[in-house]
């Protein structure tokens, strides 16, 4: 029994909803407009259509400027190679004419030294001071040995190195034929003397070598003993 008068109250009052929400609808002045929806439905689609073509513009400028920015810096990275290329090369040719100078004064101090070395004292004149001439002598050659070791040395800290010439074949490259001579017992073409020494500056030619080259054949050429 109450279960009916349950169900007869959940009647009642859905029936009561329905003609509330009947009677709360849209009045006729308050009911959407549609041609004012469509108005503005159409004026946030320009709306929209403008961002995106500025958003694009702004992305077309961000990217013309990224290409210019690149180009610069490509340019300059250039430059600054080409910059660098030829600081080191004027460092070369400054470092080269230098150590030119250097081989030319270790060829003096050699020079010199063979001089010394080659030295004798006079037997009839100067006897009293004969052995203090010796002993004056052999003090300058210990002295000018000790610098032309350090001018090796020096030379080969800045990777010079003398050119291997005796008894060779004759290398075009790196020495020059100043005279030929003539011995039956030796190759042609064989470097007999090494008139002036050749040196490499790593591994490059720095001065060429002056040699005497074996000739065992006659080209027209005068031979010099």
């Given amino acids: 029994m109450s279960t009916e008068i349950q169900n007869n109250d959940l009647l009642e009052e859905f029936q009561k909803f329905l003609e509330q929400s009947t009677e709360s609808g849209f009045n006729p002045g308050e009911q959407p407009d549609l041609n004012t929806l469509l108005i503005e439905m159409a004026g946030l689609k320009s709306e929209v259509k403008a961002e995106s073509r500025q958003f694009k513009n702004t992305l077309d400028t ?4 990224l290409a210019a920015v690149q180009e610069d810096n490509k340019t300059l990275t250039d430059e600054l190679r080409a910059s660098s290329e ?3 090369k004027r460092q070369d040719e400054v470092l ?4 030119l100078e250097l081989v030319d ?3 003096r101090l050699l020079g010199s030294l063979e001089t010394l070395r080659n030295y004798r ?4 004149l100067f006897r009293r001071s004969r052995k203090k001439d010796a002993d004056f002598i052999r003090q300058l050659q210990e002295g000018q040995a000790m610098t032309v070791r350090r001018f090796a040395q020096l030379l080969q800290r800045h990777h010079v190195t003398p050119v291997d010439c005796i008894d060779r074949q004759f290398d075009p490259v790196t020495m ?4 030929t001579g003539c011995d039956p017992e030796r190759e042609n073409g064989i470097v007999r003397e090494e008139l002036r020494k050749g040196f490499l500056l790593h591994g490059q030619v720095l001065r060429l070598a ?3 080259v074996n000739k065992t054949e006659s080209y027209g050429k005068t031979s010099h003993e």
Avoid at 96 to 99: E, G, P, S, V
Avoid at 121 to 124: G, K, Q
Avoid at 176 to 179: D, K, L, S
């Fill in 210 to 212: 002056e040699v005497r």
């Fill in 96 to 99: 080269r004419t230098l150590l």
């Fill in 121 to 124: 004292p006079a037997t009839a």
């Fill in 62 to 65: 961000l990217g013309t400027a």
């Fill in 86 to 88: 030829r600081m080191q």
């Fill in 176 to 179: 020059h034929a100043v005279e």
């Fill in 105 to 107: 004064i270790h060829d």
